[in-house]
């Protein structure tokens, strides 16, 4: 997304909660704009693909086969030493810089491929498993493993024996929006059921 953009809040419809926000994204009339560009037929590939439509559908889907246990030998990567792992790692964090990265000419930007990911809305999480013990940790440093229910029991079905996973702890609505309220009353409620980990 290059150039300025305009957020403009909805009214909800008189059916609708009151709660609940709508969004617009508008793209300003600037030089990354261009009025002319059929954004379809420039791009018609998908973003998580980069795939054709006429691709997708010519395409047969091979039978599926069951997955292979993945078996990881770290000892055998090259420069790998054997080490305590480490008592507590920062989350992976955006980084805020001036401009994105790229050409500085607005025509050439439309042409550069950009990929997005889901900002979910919820806690960070880092999971710690070491020997079948696992403990979840905020971004804070707080362990709260027991306030996230049974979600800890999840992780005791990993391949692994050691790991550290970064990730956001939300509930989704029933459009499978992550919305900080519910996670907030499903902790409050010990609904510990309803909540999901995305890493």
Same mark, same amino acid.
């Given at each position: ?6 957020? &403009? ?19 300003? /009339?600037?030089? &990354? &704009? ?6 379809? $037929?420039? #791009? @018609? ?6 795939r /054709?439509?006429? $691709?997708?559908?010519?395409? @047969?889907?091979?039978? *599926? /086969?069951? +997955?292979?246990?993945v078996?990881? %030998? ?7 030493? %054997?080490?305590?792992a ?7 964090? *955006?980084?805020q ?8 000419? @607005? ?9 997005h990911?889901?900002? !979910?809305?919820?806690y ?8 079948? *013990?696992? %403990? ?7 362990d709260?493993? %027991? #306030? ?6 999840? !992780?005791? /079905?990993?391949?692994c024996?050691? *790991? ?9 609505? +029933?459009?499978?929006?992550? #919305? !900080? ?9 010990? &609904?510990g059921?309803?909540?999901? !980990?995305?890493?």
């Amino acid at each position: 997304l290059n150039g300025g953009w305009m957020l &403009a809040r909805l009214k909800p419809k008189p059916s609708e909660d009151e709660g609940k926000k709508n969004w617009l994204l508008f793209k300003e /009339r600037d030089l &990354a &704009a261009d009025a002319k560009l059929d954004i379809l $037929e420039a #791009r @018609p590939e998908s973003v998580k693909s980069g795939r /054709r439509i006429e $691709e997708l559908v010519a395409t @047969p889907r091979p039978a *599926a /086969r069951p +997955a292979k246990p993945v078996v990881l %030998k770290p000892g055998g990567l090259p420069g790998a030493v %054997k080490a305590q792992a480490p008592a507590r790692i920062e989350p992976q964090l *955006a980084t805020q810089v001036p401009k994105p990265p790229g050409s500085e000419h @607005p025509a050439e930007k439309t042409r550069e491929t950009w990929l997005h990911e889901i900002k !979910f809305d919820g806690y960070r999480t880092m999971a710690h498993l070491a020997d079948g *013990a696992v %403990k979840l940790i905020t971004r804070a440093g707080l362990d709260w493993t %027991k #306030r996230y229910g049974d979600l800890p029991h999840a !992780f005791a /079905r990993l391949p692994c024996r050691d *790991a550290i996973i970064d990730g956001e702890i939300v509930v989704l609505d +029933a459009k499978g929006i992550s #919305r !900080f309220a519910l996670l907030q009353d499903a902790l409050a409620e010990g &609904a510990g059921n309803k909540l999901h !980990f995305y890493a």
